[in-house]
């Protein structure tokens, strides 16, 4: 044995992270059935083709090597991508500035990342949740507190409840992560509002903006919300880079945390020394990639994916209620939240292995995102 102490955090975690979990069993259902393998309605993985804009950017930037080593990337990412991503967000009325971007392999990592540069502090986020905001906060050894969010409030985690009294690090994920609900405009106001009066830094996920019809695409379309709030985005479910990695987050410029001795720094300063430790960039030809699906052509043609996601959302909404088995979401969201039928007194685990070994069908257990009672459906 190594007599060196592990990291008690990690040690106190879950054996496995719910979805390398699921993936192992579903693998396992499917050798055992290779003339049927499973239906997959489990992780929220891409499965469309990428857009040929982007095969064509990629294969460019790969063929260029030949010639010319493109070296180390920035690690805030090439220019030319944060002024695409600068570009969207002006798109959607919200004036984000390419040096407030800073690229990544993805917004999972940066939702970990993140706690890298905060002190001990109370983490708040919704009930369910993204297991990796969790399982990122316990990683660090910070507490977290869980807001309600269930079929008395529509799955709308309200302000109100979260009496939040000291500087708090408050997680929002609209459209959300499990339930496929979007969070209304008021909500992520008064949200912004507690943030404001507290001293508290909201880091807000988007990565299941482009579904979004009519609502909030970004915390930045609600006034004030860049004295306040990171946002977190990505590629993987925006335009289908699950396996490719590009993702980013904005940290407006005038975003300041506290130092101690009454002094306080940017933290976009204090990203960027995290970044540059650990972290060289996203690969060139990533980002080439990456340019590519911001352009015109690869905006609309991750709109077509996104559409097709929807109309196998409604499909799978409209089997739940011709069996009278309630759910939310899956309209501007490639999730849906669904109850378990009452009366089969199984857990969420016990269901999931039922639906996969009874009926072939791969599923999320709610007890991954902090409820038993329900579990999870993807239209990906
Ligand atoms: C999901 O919710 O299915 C996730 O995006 C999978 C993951 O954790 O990467």
Redesign the pocket.
Known sequence: MIKVKANENLVGMNTDYI?SETARLIADYDRRHPDKPSVRLG???ATLPIAECVIRAMSEAALELRHKNCGYQPENGRKQLRELISKYYLSVGCDVSADEVYVSDGA?SDLGNLFDILGKVTVVMQRPY???YFDGAAMRGLDCIFIRSDVTNNFISDPDEAKITEPSVIILNSPN??TGVVYPREILEKWVALALNTGSLIIFDAAYSSFVESGIRSIYEVQNAEKCSIEVCSL?KNAGFTGLRCGWSVIPDGLEIDVGNGKSRKISEMWMRRQSVRFNGVSYITMRGAEAAMSEEGLRYSASCICTYKSKAKKLKNELDLRGISHVGGEESPYIWTEIPSGIGMTSWEFFLYLLEDKGIAV?PGVGFGDDGRFRL?SF
Do not use: E, L, Q, V
Request: charged content about 15%; proline content about 15%.
């Open positions: 979805f992780i929220g993985d999972k993204y297991p990796a992560n499990p993987s999320t993807s």
